[in-house]
């Protein structure tokens, strides 16, 4: 099966990624790899927005503060957040490492998934990111929900 991933049906893709995440979260799953107090979490998430932001703005300093403070209080987001920058940076391949790096601490974590899926599509790599896609949609969304889904990439 091929793709055609020109920058329409990329994109849907990323839509469609989002859309799975909404889904995953609903369905009370939590990026998050071990139980946190929600006032801890709250401030984790809240570092890790202000990271995405500083990165969406090119403040690329800031948001690299941002990803210290998140790895020190050892939260997965740290190694989105550190993958985005160097995906900013044009260093794709060592944004996939990162991400593969907290794949094997957590392999269930949809945010991460998508982002390889997105990172291996961006280096050209279209079948390894059609597999990571698959991978979020069928083992972390389940294959009802998945199947809907996938059927829109064809």
Known sequence: MRFDFSVTNLSQCRVLSFLLLLAFLA???????KQVSDEYARESERLLSLGNEAVDSGEY????EFQKQLQQRGYIGSWELKARLHTA???????LSTVNKALEM???????????????SDLGRYDQSEEAYSKEAVDLVGPSEAKDILALRN
């Not at 300093?61 to 690299?64: I, M, S, T, V």
């Not at 940076?89 to 944004?95: L, M, N, S, T």
């Open 89 to 95: 940076d044009g260093e794709h391949e060592q944004a």
């Open 106 to 120: 957590v392999d269930s974590d949809f945010i991460l998934w998508t982002q390889k899926a997105n990172i291996l």
């Open 61 to 64: 300093e800031k948001a690299a």
């Open 27 to 33: 369905a009370g799953c939590s990026p998050a790899p």
